[in-house]
């Protein structure tokens, strides 16, 4: 039972591992009209969250993060009136703000396994080459972190 431990262990590390949120088909199907989804992130639109205005501001500051190689390249969070094929869409943005909240409340304030001053050598980030996973996992980390600080991030590919 999570949480539930005799009173002489204590938790001191966790491992999360993600798959994207919520995205457009990777695919055409022939003879068929893609769907129109919209994924540019408007808070006004359904599913939304509180953060999200804050996440889409703060991801517009990210060029001091340390990413690896191409991944600098990948847009922080999707934004395209169309979505393209396999990008993210809001949905898939809130479902992973929504995981960073539970994380928060678990393992941030009730477990405190990142203190207040934390250094990169408290939190380590992956992702794939794909913008859609940088996304889900900057959406989480946006959640588990509000307003982070982007020097303190290092992103391996």
């Known amino acids: 039972m999570e949480g539930h431990a005799p ?22 199907i022939p003879r068929t009209k893609r ?22 501001n703060h991801m517009k500051k990210g060029s ?6 191409t ?9 395209h009136s169309i979505c393209e094929m396999g990008e993210l869409t809001q949905t898939g943005v809130v479902q ?3 995981n960073g909240q539970i994380l928060k409340e678990n393992y941030l304030k009730k477990h405190k396994l990142i203190p207040n001053d934390w250094t990169t050598k408290h939190l380590y980030l992956e ?19 509000p307003g982070f600080d982007w020097k303190k991030i290092n992103i391996k590919h």
């Open 96 to 98: 992973h703000l929504q």
């Open 127 to 145: 992702s794939t080459g794909k913008s859609r996973t940088l996304q889900s996992g900057l959406a989480l980390l946006y959640s588990l972190l």
């Open 64 to 69: 001091e993060a340390q990413m690896d190689g």
């Open 7 to 28: 009173h002489n262990l204590k938790l001191v590390s966790v491992q999360v591992m993600i798959r994207h949120g919520d995205r457009y088909p990777l695919y055409a």
């Open 71 to 79: 991944l600098n390249s990948l847009a922080r969070f999707p934004s």
């Open 35 to 56: 769907p129109d989804i919209d994924c540019v992130l408007e808070p006004d639109r359904s599913p939304s969250h509180p953060n999200l205005a804050d996440f889409v």
